[in-house]
């Protein structure tokens, strides 16, 4: 028991105004979704709402990529600044954010004429690129230089003022405007943000002088790092929607997909909070890393773990005794669909998801992304191994459920051997006696 309680205390110490803002936000995050889901079906008609879905996944899709250049963004700059090195590595972060902006800008131009989008859907998209870019790239320079709490309360003040605007749409009806107005205003806090960083130690003078040949020599230097950290962030991806494709293709979209759907989105929900758990300790575990202190590593590490598997221990409870219950209350007169033995399976997938997710944020903010790229080749094969069973096997639908558990217990266990013998070998050489 006193094990225990020391445990829990090193918890308490570790989770500091900054997790608690950190978790905050999110769950205003996972709110705020809802919210415009809400408002959304009701103040827009039904081609406009699909034209928004389709936009909406638009952004979603590119989130792999916006994780992928926090991550090696995050490497570089933490790096730069614990060690109070030159502001190279940053002018290299902010040359590569200016060369995914410009992509992103094309992208929406011709994405916008392919489809001959409206005006206020293309602003719209503006909105969704500019929010991703603002939660991962801008995100990064806070954390980068220990002003994270900058950033978690002005980003606290845009989610309210989100609020209201959502408000204000449910009853005008004008999207047009709410879109062009969180647009500005998103790019207002990230304007203002920099400017903020940069009074604050962030070296950001790179931005007034953006040269062709220093942007190409920004993508050449950081190419091999952010192409593996973008296959690990694709992977993490494809683990969590890959099934979506294949269940819909072999088995319809009829009940199997309704029990995908509702195990996927409790399975996101963890890993949201996995997320959180994660990131609230990420400048401490940073710290400790770069200054080689492996007991102060092992500490954080271990904060980490416990934070981040209570959230999964509630639901793996409730899974495991009450699943029946559970479905009624979320599906109602639809939770008959879910085939017996489903709870275990998602109990499965969690345990699973709980594993890889630590184990890949670990190596992907130390900059283990030769193990990350690693990771990703294998869970990819295993990924287009069960579509093959399913397409060419003729197996049924609880089967594939369980083996889409397998898929992602295997990777998570191999993810998890990475970050293990990454971390043994942190550990310090015992010092022999003199003789």
Not at 112 to 135: E, K, P
Not at 254 to 283: F, H, M, N, Y
Not at 373 to 378: E, L, M, P
């Amino acid at each position: 028991m006193s094990a225990l309680r020391e445990l829990v205390g090193r918890v308490r110490r570790a989770a500091d105004r900054f997790a608690l803002f950190h978790l905050i936000n999110s769950s205003l995050s996972f709110v705020l979704s809802i919210g415009q889901l809400f408002v959304f079906v009701r103040v827009l008609d039904a081609g406009a709402y699909a034209t928004v879905v389709l936009v909406t996944s638009v952004s979603l899709y590119l989130l792999p990529l916006d994780s992928a250049l926090s991550k090696v963004a995050f490497v570089q700059m933490r790096g730069e600044f614990l060690n109070h090195k030159t502001a190279e590595s940053s002018a290299i972060v902010y040359r590569l954010y200016a060369v995914y902006v410009g992509l992103l800008l094309a992208g929406v131009v011709g994405f916008a004429a392919l489809f001959g989008m409206r005006i206020d859907l293309v602003v719209f998209l503006l909105y969704c690129l500019v929010s991703n870019f603002w939660n991962f790239e801008v995100q990064t320079i806070g954390w980068a230089i220990d002003q994270g709490m900058t950033f978690e309360k002005a980003n606290l003040v845009r989610r309210f003022i989100n609020f209201a605007v959502l408000a204000a749409l449910y009853f005008t009806g004008a999207f047009a405007t709410y879109s062009a107005f969180m647009l500005v205003l998103s790019i207002g806090f990230i304007v203002w943000y920099v400017r903020a960083m940069a009074q604050l130690g962030a070296g950001v003078g790179a931005l007034h002088r953006l040269r062709w040949a220093d942007l190409r020599d920004a993508v050449r230097q950081s190419g091999r790092n952010l192409g593996s950290a973008a296959a690990g962030s694709g992977a993490d991806f494809m683990l969590m929607n890959a099934p979506y494709a294949i269940v819909t293709a072999m088995y319809g979209a009829g009940a199997p997909l309704i029990v995908l759907d509702t195990c996927q989105k409790l399975l996101r929900a963890i890993v949201l909070a996995l997320r959180v758990c994660s990131e609230a300790l990420l400048p401490k575990q940073s710290a400790a890393l770069n200054d080689g202190d492996y007991p102060r590593l092992v500490r954080v590490l271990t904060a980490v773990a416990v934070m981040s598997s209570l959230p999964a221990l509630v639901v793996c409870g409730a899974l495991a005794f009450t699943s029946n219950r559970l479905f009624a209350a979320l599906l109602g007169p639809l939770a008959s669909v879910m085939p017996p033995g489903t709870g275990l399976v998602l109990v499965s997938l969690i345990a699973a998801a709980l594993a890889q997710n630590l184990a890949s944020s670990f190596l992907s903010y130390s900059g283990f992304f030769t193990d990350v790229f690693k990771t990703a080749q294998i869970a990819t094969i295993l990924m287009l191994g069960l579509a093959a069973a399913t397409a060419f096997g003729g197996i049924d639908f609880p089967t594939f459920l369980r083996g889409y558990a397998a898929v992602f217990g295997a990777v998570g266990a191999i993810t998890c051997v990475w970050a293990w013998v990454r971390l043994r070998r942190l550990r310090p050489s015992p010092v022999e006696a003199a003789p």
